[in-house]
């Protein structure tokens, strides 16, 4: 079964995004996988301050 992703446009700062090309070369990874790493840390971090996010099969899966 194919792994569902979205896709999107991200703009960054160059600093940031160098920054981050630096980290994910250390840790052996590519720079889109570095950056849903940072991304789910910081839910992680979040739900375990304020508790789960509760989401809707809408909100996960919208209707275009």
Do not use: W
């Not at 940031?16 to 790493?37: D, F, G, L, Y």
Request: charged letters at 30%; proline letters at 3%.
């Amino acid at each position: 079964m194919a792994v569902l992703r979205n896709q999107f446009t991200l703009r960054i700062n160059p600093i940031a995004n160098a920054k981050i090309k630096k980290i994910a070369q250390a840790e052996n990874r590519s720079t889109t996988n570095m950056i849903e790493c940072l991304i789910l840390d910081k839910i992680r971090r979040y739900e375990a301050e304020h508790g789960e996010i509760l989401l809707t099969d809408e909100e996960v899966y919208p209707k275009s």
